[in-house]
Structure formats: C-alpha cells, structure tokens
C-alpha cells in the first residue's frame, strides 16, 4: 500500500465497531479532526472494505459478534490485503492479559473503553508518525541471513521481504540506532499500550522468530540481564 506523505491528519482511516452510536461518534469526531473516515459495523464489511480501498491505519472493536477484532487482526497480520497496516484496537476488554493478546497478534496499541477522545487521537497521531519516521542510517544492517533496513522499516529473511508491524518496525529502529548497546526496556516501552514493558517482550519473542536460527539462544537481539535488549549486527 502506497501510504500519504501529507500532513498526518490527512490519512484515511477504518473504524471498525459494531455499535451504532459508538460508530457514528468516532466517525464524526475523527473527521473533525481531519482524517478521511470509513466505518464498517464488523468484520465482514472491513474485510470487503480492505479489498478495495487503501488505509493508513485501522481502528478495532474487540467484542463484536461473529468475528471478533483479535481474528480479524491474525487474518489481516497473516497475508490479509493490508497486511502492515496499522492497527489500534479500541475495547471494554481491557485487562492486561488482553492488551498482550491483542499485541502479541499484531496491533499496535490497545485503547480501553471508556476513554477520552483526545486519547484516541493522540495515539492514533503517534502511530501515524511512528509508521512514516524514518531513521537516519548508513545502510542496512547484516543479521545473518536476514537483514534490517532502517531507512525503509524494512526486514528481509533470505532475501525476501519479512511481514513485521509497526511496532516491531519502531523497536528495531531503535535498537539500530546504537548497535551493540543495551537499551532500557522502559525506553523501549515509551508510548505502548503497556508501560510495564510486557509488550516489548512480546515483540522480542516474534521478531526473534523471524531473525534468528534459534530463539531461544538469540545471536542478533539479545537480552541484557536487568537491562533490556540490544542488536548485534555481524
């Protein structure tokens, strides 16, 4: 998907939300604040809408009937036709072992309900611009057989182009730009949907599974004990 390179709040957005009232509110309010808006009320109608037209991020209801908003996230995350698109989930669920759930399957940050709408638009702003920040880097980084282009948030596995979210793409980022040195998981964590940095475990575990020969004795992103992580390029 060829995303804007416009002003943020031009960037066109799906809500996703199986109540009326809730639906028609974010719609409203998000296109106030300057967003082009699509709406659909559940999962069937986003797959369809996602056939056909471009977006720059979605926004999810968990709780809906028939599929829910974590299916509808592994199917997108799993070759759907907007598979890196972001993903913010927006829902009453909001214990801490459903925000690992949601993120552990590939979305970028976890609203509960209720919530402010300033909220909202301010973690949407910071995904928006997490997913067009570039890194200022010489090049791509050598990790083995895979190999990390911050420029481009781009990770390639035998020379083939890597799904990897957006939030997987910010941490590599960051870790890049001081290859060999520890960075605090609290650091790491700055602006997720979990500040205790569950969440940035969690990213670590999938994208050890895609850069790493085995992850359980990682060689490129490894653990530093009372720390945090670091990247080792060769």
């Known amino acids: 998907m060829n995303r804007s390179t416009g002003p943020l709040r031009e960037r066109h957005l799906l809500v996703v939300d199986d109540d009326d009232r809730i639906r028609e509110l974010l719609k409203a309010y998000l296109t106030r604040a300057g967003f082009r808006v699509t709406a659909a009320p559940g999962a069937a109608a986003a797959r369809n809408l996602m056939q056909t037209l471009d977006f720059d991020l979605a926004v999810l209801d968990v709780m809906m009937p028939g599929e829910d908003g974590f299916s509808l996230v592994r199917w997108l995350r799993q070759g759907g036709p907007q598979a890196g698109t972001p993903v913010l989930m927006l829902t009453a669920r909001g214990l801490p072992e459903d925000r690992i759930e949601g993120l552990r399957l590939g ?10 709408p300033e909220e909202l638009l301010l973690r949407i702003e910071a995904i928006l611009r997490r997913s067009q920040g570039r890194t200022s880097n010489s090049g791509p980084l050598s990790l083995g057989r895979c190999s990390f282009d911050p420029d481009r948030g781009e990770l ?34 700055n602006g997720s949907a979990d500040p205790s940095a569950r969440a940035v475990d969690v990213q670590v575990t999938r994208l050890r599974r895609k850069i790493e020969a085995d992850p359980k004795t990682p060689r490129y992103l490894q653990t530093v004990r009372g720390v945090g992580y670091l990247l080792a390029p060769d």
Request: glycine share 4%; charged share 35%.
């Open 107 to 116: 979305a970028d940050d976890y609203l509960a309900k209720p919530f402010e």
């Open 156 to 189: 390639l596995v035998d020379g083939a182009p890597a799904r990897i979210t957006e939030a997987e793409v910010g941490l590599m980022r960051r870790l890049a730009r001081t290859p060999h040195e520890p960075v605090d998981r609290l650091e790491l964590a």
